[in-house]
Antibody, heavy 122, light 108 residues
């Protein structure tokens, strides 16, 4: 199973940007589709988007379409999530996860990074 | 977007109890329904996909059922390590693949 290790906690000011990394090991990076989800304090999960690493193809949730950028560096087996124009309400834990496809055609998130806490504070 | 609603939002149970959590979708998601377990401060773990298929390594006391818009997660014989928050997620059609708000299983 793929092992994902994310970058550490960040404190950012409103209006700035943050870039979270997600390094994969134990699998073939080019075969991965990586999702990003956010968990606000004490809340559930919010889908941000996904990237198909072999093609660099991305899909964003509408709420993040204008501010999030997902990229993947095949040379280092690392995916990145950059969020721009940060707001106080962007505070939360950001997770990367690999998406697997079941024989039925459905999808699930089977490996997760440990999460990266981003705090937006003035 | 498809809305996922879990009930209850929390429950109290004892070791050995049978626990059932419900997840309802605002429209059909066929069987494309996953269940995750999250312990405090830790990333979630996939328990069940396709509504009822156990992920490798997940104990058989966990089971899932349902299709369409109504799903259940059952823990038969709650163990100390099962006290956690459980989330459902639909992966029907195109993203966003939405999650329920979670059900916290606490010690009675």
């Amino acid at each position: 199973q793929v092992h994902l290790v994310q970058s550490g906690a960040e404190v950012k000011k409103p209006g700035s940007s943050v870039k979270v990394s997600c390094k994969a090991s134990g699998g073939t990076f080019n075969s991965l589709t990586i999702a990003w989800v956010r968990q606000a304090p004490g809340q559930g999960f919010e889908w941000m988007g996904r990237i198909i690493t072999i093609f660099g193809t991305t899909h964003y949730a509408q709420n993040f379409q204008d501010r999030a950028i997902l990229t993947a560096d095949k040379s280092t087996s690392t995916a990145y999530m950059e969020l721009r124009r940060l707001r106080f309400e962007d505070t939360g834990v950001y997770y990367c996860a690999t998406i697997f496809r079941a024989p039925s055609g459905s999808f699930g998130f089977d490996s997760w990074g440990q999460g990266a806490l981003v705090t937006v504070s003035s | 977007d498809i809305q996922m609603t879990q009930s209850p939002s929390s429950l109290s149970a004892s070791v050995g109890d049978r626990v059932t959590i419900t997840c309802r979708a605002s429209e059909t998601v066929d069987i494309y329904l996953n269940w995750y377990q999250q312990k405090a401060g830790v990333a979630p773990k996939l328990l069940i996909y396709d509504a009822s298929t156990l992920q490798s390594g997940v104990p058989s006391r966990f089971s899932g059922s349902g299709s369409g818009t109504h799903f259940t997660l059952t823990i038969s014989g709650l163990q100390p390590e099962d006290f956690a928050t459980y989330y459902c997620q639909q992966t029907y059609s195109s993203p966003p693949w939405t999650f329920g708000q979670g059900t916290k299983v606490e010690v009675k």
